[in-house]
């Protein structure tokens, strides 16, 4: 495939989200008369549909655009960064932290206390694996360290995670944490979306910020640095920004894998491989491939419902599988 | 523009690399750092780039200190061309030389006519035109050497650090980038270049600094640093030698007895 002018592509993918935001608000399990509905919000009158566009269906689709955003923006940022193909938000140990910090709101009994607990939990856990990740690797580490320290904490995430699983209270508890980890957008309000989004966009400006810095990346530390690439404050503004928008969006729906790894892969050949320009492309291609997997969810109605998590993984895995094969057959 | 080091010495993982060495490269020369492997070239390169900082000494860009210097100045006063050239992605030749330009593109790094005609430039002086929409990872050792060189060139820095710029290239692209360099110190830029090939460094190069385990054992004009005594103590050769218009070439023959414990001689 040819890189096609870039100013296009990023046509065609803003059109393709926007369509799908406006199917995704569309889509629901109860009829609706949008039109009405909308016209009673505006006008302040709190009746039934205007509660189900407002409480309901515009978070859900609001969610879906800014999670997947998230997710497809910053596996492309890892990706470039860590110069990995298969390198993801997951990688650096922020998501499983995120998970991690959601979980103990769970299990302390903190989410019932009240709303905020639980993406405040999550935002808790994505910071604490930032500053595990800085003393670990951070201030002239090498990029080699900041993946094994991913590891690190990845693995220590899920150890404690699986913990709580296991000494779980009650089987309902357990229940509950274990559906939360499969990820979903269902039943998110405004207040999670006013609590997510802000922080959510502060991560996207600091993630996008380092699009030319990646491009010369491209060449190693050592010459994209002679480039005047400051390879500390590129760090600093990937993990803070990665931490920020996946924190966030991790809290509010759950570990929801593989987008950012799907995303870039599949967009990278149309923007002639270079990271700087996938950063944009592949935020809008994540919220894509989330709203449509969010919108078949609902229109497969299943009972129970199918959780995004699930969904997005049992596409997501075949397709890591005959990455790794395509890989070990271009390697060496 | 004139690069000091002065005294610099720097460690790795507890072990001194780079022991006092003090070194100085004006513009419109060409210095050729000299030395066995492991003896401090590429450490000594990385800190006159000022990729990396030194533990003692200061280096110099025309008398400022190099950590003085933003980010943006330095980029803009040396190109460097590093030794490895671990590029994995496919992208296009045209589009990695052009990354040359960084430091002159702004924030969405938008080309303006300028960086264009530059490289146009690199790439033509550096032979590679003709493979301007091939992807990077399909080329062959030699032709990835001359896009990397192709990439420096185009910064049009007035300081030129290149990390065995000659390795992996056949006899013909080895004169042929020697060359590139030399025009581009013709045209007043500082060069400085590590190189194993001596014949190549005393040919092409104004002057020679020779490392040894991390000090400098000497430096001058190719004829007055390689003598033979001093490759025999630091390289542990033997050469043949002799002179080729004004001059010197040398052919490394065999290990010498002294350094390698009686290595075989066939010479």
Redesign the interface.
Known sequence: MR?CPHAALLVLLGSLTALLLAASIAVGYAPLDIAQAARDWLHGDMSLPALVLSELRIPRAVLGLTVGFTLGLTGAAMQGFL?NPLADPGVIGVSAMAALGSVIVFYSGLAGAFLLALPLGGITGAAVAVILLYALAGRGGSTTTLVLAGVAISAFAGALTSLALNLSPSPYAAMEIMFWLMGSLAERSMLHLELAVPLMFLGWCLVL?T??DL??L???E??A??????IPGLRLRLVAGTALSVGSAVAVAGAVGFVGLIVPHLLRPLT???P?RLLLASGLGGASLTMAADIAIRLLATRPELKLGVVTALIGAPFLFGLIYRLRREGP | MTIEAENIVARLNGKTVLDGVSLTLSPGEMVGLIGPNGAGKTTLLRLMAGIAMPQRGKVRYDGRDISQLDFRTRALARAYLAQSDDVQIPLKVERLVALGRAPYTGVFGRETRADVRAIERAMSEADVSHLRSRAFNTLSGGERRRVLLARALCVEAPLLLADEPVAALDPAHQLAVMGLLAASRDRGAGVLVILHDLTLAARFCDRLALMDRGKLVAVGRPAEVLNDDRLRATYGIEVLHGMQGGVPWLLPWALANSRNGGAENNG
Do not use: E, M, N, P
């Open positions: 890189a110069r910020s699009a030319k491009d010369a491209v060449l190693g050592d010459t640095s002679s480039l005047g690439v400051h002639g491989h270079r700087g």
